[in-house]
């Protein structure tokens, strides 16, 4: 670890790191991470080992649950055999190309912004609004005009970024076109709230954030709303 940390100080980082024993490993990374006044918190897909096959770890699956600060899902794939290396992480570049996927409500506002403070890095940016079909076609028409006009608002924010954003607004199911639209275009990093629309108190992560976090294949920004 010691090792790990002196490369990512002579990067300009300050590091520190500490070692713990504990049954309750998500309960651990989030004690610490409030104890050290942590803005977001990353972690692994899965463990390290093969053995683990899983998309998503017990552990990542309780951080996303319990968290009440950003989470950086890193995704982690196991290798080809005879590389000397276990598992990697899936996009070592995060800010290639960022997809936003909003409802526009207001659980979904911290990812709005989070995502138009990775603007200046990113190359490539999408904001995506997927309407979910009601089977009453004047309302879904209804709402994606409307999420067409507040995707063009949000991209308005980004003066002088405009050219590298893209705005989709469709109605479709969420889940398995935010997926498609992240493999279409190569996306590096989906940014997500964690709770939508019809977010409940008693709801620890929102059904849609956590089916994404399984079933994309690649980095996932988790963003609690208010």
């Known amino acids: 670890m010691s090792e790990r940390a002196d490369s990512l100080k002579a990067e300009g980082f300050r590091v520190s790191f500490q070692l713990r024993d504990s049954i309750d490993v998500a309960g651990e990374l989030l004690d610490v991470a409030a104890a050290e006044n942590a803005d977001i918190l990353l972690v692994g897909s899965r463990s390290h080992n093969r053995v683990h096959d899983f998309f998503l770890g017990s552990v990542a699956k309780d951080v996303l649950r319990k968290a009440s600060l950003p989470v950086l899902l890193e995704r982690i794939e196991p290798t080809q055999e005879g590389t000397g290396v276990v598992c990697e992480a899936v996009c070592k570049q995060k800010l290639t190309s ?129």
Not at 197 to 209: K, M
């Open 98 to 226: 960022v997809l936003l996927a909003t409802d526009f409500s207001d659980q979904a506002r911290r990812a709005e912004e989070a995502a138009l403070n990775l603007m200046n890095a990113a190359d490539q940016v999408c904001f995506l609004s997927i309407i979910e079909p009601s089977g009453r076609d004047g309302r879904d028409q209804e709402d994606l005009k409307e999420a067409k006009a507040k995707l063009a608002a949000l991209r308005a924010r980004c003066a002088g970024s405009t050219d590298k954003i893209n705005t989709v607004a469709e109605i479709h199911h969420a889940a398995d076109r935010i997926v498609r639209a992240a493999e279409d275009m190569g996306a590096t990093l989906i940014v997500i709230g964690k709770h939508g629309r019809d977010w409940r108190p008693q709801s620890i992560i929102g059904g849609l954030a956590e089916s994404i976090c399984l079933t994309a294949k690649r980095p996932v920004l988790v963003v609690p709303g208010t």
